[in-house]
């Protein structure tokens, strides 16, 4: 009190007023580069469900983790947040000069430039069609900045909010496209309802292969975790005596590529979505990236030069990944050794696909030569 009459008495009236006006223009600037600084926490938190789950990314350990995979890059299939994971492998392009700079169109600036935004291209599908090879390939275009691992989040995750998805994404700056991929989107029922509701915009991407080859690559992966399953052949049937095929099993219902099409065509028209060929994907990968990059209306800046194959490896592999000088080939989870099938039973697989591979042939005005 006493302070405050000496400051009156002291000064003239007009002068304490400019002073205290002074005095809350600076705070308020201080308060903006607080926020601006990522610490404000104010900002509208994001909508999600309740739950443990739902917290998790805000724990400090999380966060940093989030950031960090975000930020590496880690090409790495295993979802962020509980669920079923593959083994951390891929293109391992844990470089750090890709942690502190991001490129458009050649020119350089800090991560912390840009913004997240929602995916406005996403490759949801097939699990096991070359959806990594895909995202690895067409991360080496400037404009092109994508997530790590698999959200899951028109799947497994929906509940958690969009602010909780966008956070996941990298930062971008103006003309560079934000993706992700989730393989299991495009046998997820609800998953077209979600992502229209995002954006109906939303460019979709899916790499489609052979559904009997498919199948055994599923089979493959999951033989790889649980060795004690039974055999492939006893799993694809119902019943073998008359050659029921068991349309339940995953690895069989992933492979209706027609069926599962026909829920995207309900929501998207044909147009906003491009069927790659997983088979041309290894045999001629420049050729597929061409048609990706003209879908997603960049220049072709991915092109044969970016390629090399390697015999060990058996399959295309980058001359350099992204924010590295070193050439890339995918990991080992990447192009596993399939067990042998017996032939009649592929054979009956084969049969079995044939009408719905016509199907899918039509629908998507594309044969991809699986009947061969
Ligand atoms: N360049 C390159 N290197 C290695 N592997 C390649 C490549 N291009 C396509 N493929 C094929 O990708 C198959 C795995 O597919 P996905 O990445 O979609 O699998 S997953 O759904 O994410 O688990 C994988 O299947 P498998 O051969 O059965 O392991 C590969 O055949």
Redesign the pocket.
Known sequence: MAFSRLWSDTLPRSVSKKFVAMLCTLFTLLYFMHCLTDRCSTAPAPERASGQAAQDWRAPRNKMLLQKWIATGFAD?APLFGGES?QRSHLSSSNPTSAVWSGSAGKLSPLSDGTKKLPQAIIIGV???????LLEFLRVHPDIRAVGAEPHFFDRHYDRGLDWYRELMPRTLEGQITMEKT?SYFVTREAPARIYAMSRDTKLIV?VRDPVTRAV?DY??TLSKKPDIPTFESLTFRNRSVGLIDTSWSAVQIGIYAKHLDNWLRFFPLRQMLFVS?ER??SD?AGELARVQDFLGLKRIVTDKHFYFNQT?G???LKKAEGSSKPH??GK????T?PGIQPQVLQRLRQFYRPFNMKFYQMTGHNFGWEA
């Open positions: 299939d593959e699990k096991k069609g070359g959806t990594r090879a393989p790499v690559s493959t992966q997983g994907l290894i990968p490896k399959f295309p592999c080939c995918l989870t990447k192009g596993r399939h």
